[in-house]
């Protein structure tokens, strides 16, 4: 039987010995990850019933991106990102680790809970900025860094498809400190990949700039550059306005459909298997060309599932729209991330990966609490609505100047052999002819 051309694609990035070694103790790791981001949730739940402790659970957990990752990505680029991310492991092993063991003494207390997740969220700000600059390092051939991406988020989605379940029947059984134990211990298989894994060595930086120095020059150097402003732009716009939905779930399952904890369970999974079809689609892309199409129209397309989530008061409508709403936000975050990993300099990689945690994880808690204040307002209904049309508007003004970002990057492809000849149109997509390429960006 002859495979289908694209899904001969789909793995491909597994032949590299470092990204396969990465692929199972990350993917390991992940499934404890959204095992213990279960627990918590329900733990906190159980300790107070107060939906704004779980908000504020959420917020500490998240809000260190936002401040702190541009200094993860100076460190990531100063110092040796391997041993980095070893560090960072072994520090949430210890969060995951004091967790349980907080819980199995029974002093386990929500302010513990609070100053734990603020924790993680400190050792995320520097782990993320820094796995996401190290992924071009455990592949051979940069060609097929597109396809470690879209393989990384279908292991997060897999992930998020399989933790929670997990999560739920250990819960009932055995209570929630299994999950942080669980957690805890997952990690060994991560920094056991990392250990075994041989790149080229990075020294550290020598008489550098200072770090403040170092973060303004990455600065300059992104938003400087039209098409990673435009990038790292309208993922942030989208992380405001349109992620912020799952914060309303809570009340679309029980005061609009009536449901309970079971239906939002429903729509989260509906989410999930959107997202998963979009990584994995992704994945079994032959090439980087043509993303720019995708970033176009992938927050369109997650805006009108908002619209349709907003609207509908049947459960199956609006099961219908969650992997749609899960579709549109995977592609383009994932397309996004491969764009900025193929086209930025190898010195400032970690400070734009930065950037992109900042845009699209950082703005996850502001765009919660957004999303609560304006639903008290007008209505969760409402909410969805106006951020679902603001993920349309913001797809289209992206649109109107993907001709001139592709005529900016276009040089860039024909440096890295992506593009075979001056002739061949290229950049973002493929669609429009040649351009000379201007002297600097606007």
């Known amino acids: 039987m002859i495979l289908p051309v694209r899904f001969l694609h789909l793995f491909r990035s597994l032949r590299h010995c470092n990204f396969r070694l990465f692929a199972i103790g990350h993917g390991l790791s992940l499934i404890g990850t959204w095992m213990q981001m279960t627990a918590v949730a329900w733990l906190v739940w159980r300790l107070d019933h107060s939906a704004m402790l779980l908000g504020v659970v959420g917020f500490a957990a998240r809000i260190p991106t936002f401040l702190l990752a541009p200094i993860g990505g100076v460190l990531a680029d100063r110092f040796t990102q391997q041993r980095l991310i070893i560090a960072t492991q072994a520090l949430s092993l210890v969060q995951a680790l004091a967790l349980a063991g907080l819980m199995f003494s029974g002093h386990i207390q929500v302010w513990h809970v609070i100053v734990l997740s603020l924790v993680l969220g400190v050792i995320q700000a520097v782990d993320i900025p820094t796995r996401q600059a190290f992924l071009i390092h455990m592949i051979d051939d940069p060609h097929d860094l597109h396809n470690a991406i879209g393989l990384n988020s279908s292991m997060v989605n ?36 990392l250990l075994l894994m041989r790149v080229p060595g990075r020294q550290r930086v020598a008489g550098g700039p200072a770090l403040l120095a170092h973060l303004a020059e990455g600065f300059r150097y992104a938003f400087g550059f039209a098409p990673i402003r435009a990038l790292l732009l309208l993922l942030a716009l989208v992380s405001l306005v349109g992620s912020s939905y799952g914060q309303l779930l809570p009340i679309f399952a029980e005061r609009i459909l009536g449901g309970d904890s079971r239906t939002q369970g429903f729509l989260i999974s509906g989410a999930a298997v959107g997202a998963l079809i979009g ?164």
């Open 279 to 442: 990584a994995l689609h992704l994945a079994s892309r032959p090439s980087v060309r043509g993303l720019g199409r995708v970033i176009a129209w992938s927050p369109a397309v997650m805006g009108g599932g908002l619209i349709v989530l907003g609207l509908s008061s049947w459960f199956w409508l609006t099961l219908a729209a969650m992997p749609v709403i899960g579709l549109g936000m995977m592609l383009q975050m994932a397309s996004t991330n491969t764009v900025l990993q193929t086209i930025v300099d190898d010195d400032k990689r970690g400070r734009v990966m930065s950037f992109y945690s900042m845009s699209f994880m950082g703005m996850v808690p502001l765009g919660s609490l957004l999303a609560g204040a304006v639903a008290q307002l007008v209505g969760a209904r409402a909410m969805v609505i106006c951020g679902g049309a603001c993920c349309i508007l913001g797809a289209l003004g992206f649109a109107t100047r993907l001709p001139d970002l592709r005529r900016l990057i276009r040089p860039i492809y024909i440096q890295k052999g992506i593009i075979p000849s001056p002739a061949e149109p290229a950049g973002l997509g493929v669609a429009e002819a040649p351009a000379p390429a201007p002297t600097q960006s606007s």
């Open 158 to 193: 897999g992930a998020r498809l399989v933790g929670p379940s997990v999560a739920g029947v250990l819960i009932a059984l055995w209570g929630e400190a299994v999950c942080f134990l669980i957690n805890g211990l997952s990690y060994f298989a991560v920094i056991a990949s």
